[in-house]
């Protein structure tokens, strides 16, 4: 059957991998080429497994990186605690390492089949339902484009992320994300010799209410994240603005200030928060990866979601054949119950990277000291990386 999915990032491509064998597969991605810039991510979990059933684990490893931990540090630059990631990576089998985003999609790009017709400058504005109707409803869907373009296909797939444009049709009430009261910021700039004192371990800052991240990010680069508690309430985009951003976190530590001092005019600059749909598809239109069920930048597994989300998806429409709503029900039935898990882990532990008070910094700083503890390593590392 045709199949258009909307949103060429990581889900889309993933997604497109896996159904390119059965189908005629369009991916419609509203930017002009594939997406720089980003952040670092860290790669288990059920899409690690996914990665590897699909075959393309190893050119997404080519491209990653194993850290040796991370370190976090104060205000004046002194070294408070210290987390390994052997721990992790041992729970996890091996099957773990970090990687930046931007690299994710374009490692998807290099394996993607040829017969997928991938279009960048492609912005979806509509869809709606077009064709005959069967007796489960609407057996085609539409997709408008901004250049005034449609692209009629059997079956809709919305990878368009958590501010998805297809949500609320799908699940009428639904459309907005769920902010869970933080921002975060990134980037990624050219500093050798700082990547170069930062070396194998991630810095973290140990501070109040707003924090740091910068770590080396191979060839010369330095990685830097910020986060910080906003109204709850707030659902707008943020405007990337680098004298805020410098402003606003300056001081957290001597090798922030020196990412911050050198922080790019555009950025990636968004709220932390999870998408809610009380149902994935509707007809012939379904949504999926952070579109359908997003756990937060802060939950850790967007990438490893989307990767296992797709296979799901793909691996359900080729039981069920040509009868595609049953195959849609029996994703989101599969699927929906470790999204959800996954979500509420996202919302359990976003509080940890940036606490609020000088008491829950206290608590979290024992809760690092502990964690060094043999048995106490083990259940943690265990629980992250379970399924």
């Known amino acids: 059957m045709e199949v258009t999915i909307i949103g060429g990032g990581i889900a889309g491509l993933a997604l497109a991998h896996e159904l390119a064998p059965d189908h005629d597969v369009t991916v419609l991605e509203a930017s002009p080429g594939p997406r720089g810039g980003g952040y670092m991510i860290d790669f288990f979990g059920p899409g690690f497994l996914a990665a590897e059933r699909m075959g393309v684990i190893e050119e997404l490893r080519s491209r990653g990186h194993v850290f040796e931990g991370v370190r976090y ?42 017969s997928v017709d991938l279009r960048y400058g492609a912005r979806a504005v509509a869809v709606r339902d077009a064709g005959l109707e069967g ?20 079956l809709v797939v919305a990878c368009d992320g958590v501010r998805s444009l297809v949500r609320e049709r799908v699940s009428p009430g639904h459309g907005g994300i769920v902010p869970m009261g933080y921002r975060v910021a990134s980037y990624l700039y050219q500093d050798p010799e700082l990547a170069a004192e930062l070396g194998e371990r991630m810095l973290m800052t140990d501070t109040v209410g707003r924090v740091g991240w910068a770590y080396a990010a191979g060839d010369g680069r330095v990685g830097a994240m910020f986060a ?23 001081g957290l530590h ?20 999870q998408a809610i749909a009380p149902r994935w598809s509707r007809g012939r239109v379904v949504l999926a990866g952070d579109a359908a069920h997003a756990p937060s930048l802060l939950a850790g597994q967007g990438t490893s979601m989307a990767f296992a989300g797709a296979e799901a998806l793909a691996r359900s429409l080729r039981a ?68």
């Not at 007796?135 to 059997?154: H, I, K, N, Q, Y």
């Not at 910080?228 to 300056?250: N, S």
């Not at 700083?365 to 399924?387: C, E, K, N, W, Y």
């Open 73 to 114: 540090g104060t205000p004046d630059g002194a070294e408070s605690g210290r987390i390994d990631v052997g721990p992790l990576v041992a729970a996890a089998g091996g099957r773990y390492f970090s990687i930046l985003r931007p690299e994710v999609e374009l490692g998807l790009l290099s394996v993607l089949p040829g």
């Open 320 to 387: 069920t054949g040509p009868h595609v709503e049953a195959g849609l029900a029996e994703y989101e039935r599969r699927f929906r119950p470790t999204a959800e898990k996954v979500q509420r882990s996202g919302r359990r532990s976003a509080s940890f990277f940036t606490p609020s008070s000088r008491a829950q910094l206290a608590v979290q700083q024992i809760l690092r000291r502990a964690i060094a503890l043999p048995g106490v390593s083990r259940l943690a590392t265990r629980s992250l990386v379970a399924p």
């Open 228 to 250: 910080e508690r906003v109204d709850p309430a707030d659902t707008q985009r943020p405007v990337p603005d680098r004298q805020r951003l410098q402003r606003d976190f300056a």
């Open 254 to 273: 001597p090798q922030v200030d020196r990412a911050l001092a050198l922080a790019p005019e555009s950025f990636y600059d968004d709220l932390v928060a």
């Open 135 to 154: 007796a489960g409803g609407p057996r085609r869907a539409l997709v408008e484009l901004a250049d005034g373009t449609r692209v009629e296909s059997d």
